[in-house]
């Protein structure tokens, strides 16, 4: 299995495209999954108010990390602006990389956190949700940190997302693809560093068994180790975050005809690109570059692995 670099890899809640009825949806149906309505509220505790965060007047420190060759410098670039257009908090943003040339001046850069496992066991996503958990990650002990993957669409005001955890709580999306509580998705996550460093050496101890039971599913072994020890994961508010591949392509039938759209919700912030297709790859209209990919469409998987083109994203994604 070809896992993109920097993305969680899934084996659970697989999206099919219900059988087609020979009636066309209304419009506002046509779409995948229940993006919510408009009037969509919030989950989970209030924010809290500036007053109540530890550093009321920032800086704020966003991270991210880059390996292997999927991604390049003008992604990186990209994210750091988007935040910092949608913000008007003070931000420092960082970047965890073995190969930062092109990176902008403001980006500070960082070496990718050092793991203790072989290289051959060294695999899928595991430098970002564990080798990120580092207690020491980018001499930022003590801070909390706000991750965001690079295929990360910021759509809207990021304000009350940077003061909304309380204390040294650990937040995560809920994950779309999975009923109950128990398994968060990794486009975005919020730590105190310090706080998380049993997630890197579990699996600097044990890596050929995290392997053999969680696979690609690196997200799940990170939710299964923070609730092994907090007990539970917090959720950010279900209406800031949207998958594209869920909640803004319309359902499989319609996808040769009908582009991908922004789901009207209510303070959303983000679009996350997990798995295929990329930020790219939806701007042309192609569901993988990769021609290696398993996840490539093939045979009647043609059916639903294809995406008419999404100009519109080039809107935010500068």
Avoid at 14 to 31: D, E, N
Avoid at 69 to 78: C, E, H, I, M, Q
Avoid at 107 to 116: D, E, T, Y
Wanted: glycine letters at 8%; aromatic letters at 14%; a positive charge.
């Amino acid at each position: 299995m070809v896992v993109r670099p920097g993305t969680a890899g899934r084996r659970a809640g697989r999206w099919t495209s219900p059988p087609f009825s020979g009636k066309l949806r209304p419009m506002h149906s046509m779409y995948s999954r229940s993006a919510g309505r408009q009037d969509d509220g919030a989950d989970g505790p209030a924010p809290c108010s500036d007053s109540q965060r530890s550093q009321t007047m920032g800086p704020y420190h966003v991270i991210c990390i880059k390996w292997g060759t999927y991604y390049s410098a003008k992604d990186v670039n990209n994210l750091f602006s988007m935040i910092q257009r949608n913000t008007s908090r003070p931000i420092v943003f960082h970047c965890f990389s073995n190969e930062t040339e092109g990176l902008q001046a403001e980006v500070r850069r960082h070496a990718l956190p050092p793991m203790q496992v072989p290289e051959s066991l060294n695999k899928y996503a595991y430098k970002k949700e564990a080798g990120l958990c580092d207690d020491a990650l980018g001499g930022l002990a003590g801070e909390r940190v706000f991750f965001f993957d690079l295929d990360s669409l910021i759509v809207g005001n990021l304000d009350e997302f940077f003061a909304y955890p309380q204390a040294e709580r650990f937040y995560i999306i809920k994950d779309w693809n999975t009923r109950g509580q128990h398994v968060g998705q990794a486009s975005c996550y919020s730590w105190v560093v310090g706080t998380l460093g049993f997630v890197k050496s579990y699996f600097e101890q044990n890596p050929a068994q995290v392997l053999a039971q969680y696979g690609t599913a690196s997200q799940e072994y990170l939710s299964a180790q923070v609730i092994k020890h907090f007990g539970a994961l917090n959720f950010w508010p279900d209406n800031w975050f949207k998958s594209f591949k869920l909640h803004c392509l319309p359902l499989g039938i319609l996808r040769p005809f009908l582009a991908a759209r922004l789901p009207r919700v209510v303070g959303l912030k983000m679009i996350a690109f997990h798995g295929y297709p990329g930020l790219s790859e939806a701007v042309a209209g192609t569901w993988t570059n990769d021609r290696t990919s398993k996840k490539r469409a093939h045979g009647w998987k043609r059916m639903y692995k294809t995406i008419r083109p999404c100009p519109w994203i080039l809107d935010y994604w500068k």
